[in-house]
């Protein structure tokens, strides 16, 4: 079975801060990978894609590693509004679909 | 632009008695649609998956069941409940390989 492993923290971390975390992943033919933001109680919300090259995003960046099969999510600058459960999810649609990470949580203390 | 609308946002129902929750897509055709349970502190598990209208598959045996009557409705249902259904329940859509999914706002779930 494919499987996304995370770290589940919590994370504390205080404001200002930078954080990063990893995710690994199983199937090593998987191609297409994201980060979730999940708050309490809410619907988990595409963060960013992670491409090959990696990519940023104002104060996240995301990297890919293909040889050692993890991504990564760094959050510089961090602010109590990070607070969140980040989700690693690798989409190999159809039958597969969406694997999900159980998140990692997040908390900024100020 | 493409909207995903879940509904009822919470629900109390009774052991025994029946579900159903709807989900519908606006703005694409023909997308993939998921339904996701998601227990308290525990990640997000996949219940159903369908990639057209008709077509479902399951993911973990229960009894709970899921229909696509039309391209863009998607519906999860239950005989009858029982207490270890009770979680946060997500449906989702997304167009396929290598694509983003996009998420309801999701139905929390208590049986009593």
């Known amino acids: 079975r494919k499987e996304v492993e995370q770290d589940p923290g919590p994370f504390n971390v205080p404001e200002g801060a930078t954080v990063a975390f990893n995710c690994t992943y199983s199937?090593?033919?998987?191609?297409?990978f994201f980060w979730y933001r999940q708050d309490c109680r809410k619907e988990p919300k595409l963060l960013m894609s992670?491409?090959?090259s990696g990519n940023e995003d104002g104060r996240f960046t995301a990297q890919l590693n293909r040889a050692s099969q993890y991504i990564s999510l760094l959050i510089r600058d961090s602010k109590l509004s990070d607070s969140a459960t980040y989700l690693c999810?690798?989409?190999?649609?159809?039958?597969?679909?969406?694997?999900f990470g159980k998140g990692t949580h997040l908390i900024i203390q100020p | 632009s493409q909207t995903i609308h879940q509904w009822p946002a919470t629900l109390v129902q009774p052991v025994g008695s029946p579900l159903s929750l709807e989900c519908t897509v606006e703005?694409?055709?023909?997308?993939?649609l998921y339904w996701y349970r998601q227990a308290a502190g525990r990640g997000l598990q996949l219940l159903f998956y369908?990639?057209?209208?008709?077509?479902i598959s399951s993911e973990v045996p229960q009894n709970l069941s899921a229909s696509r009557p039309q391209d863009r409705q998607f519906i999860l249902s239950s005989k009858k409940l029982l207490l270890s259904d009770s979680g946060f329940y997500l449906c989702?859509?997304?167009?396929?390989?290598?694509?983003?999914?996009?998420f309801g706002q999701g139905t929390r779930l208590t049986v009593v």
């Open positions: 989702a859509w997304d167009r396929g390989f290598n694509t983003e999914a996009f």
């Open positions: 199937n090593s033919a998987s191609q297409s």
């Open positions: 992670v491409y090959s």
């Open positions: 999810v690798v989409n190999e649609g159809g039958a597969d679909g969406l694997t």
């Open positions: 703005g694409t055709s023909n997308p993939n």
């Open positions: 369908s990639v057209g209208i008709g077509q």
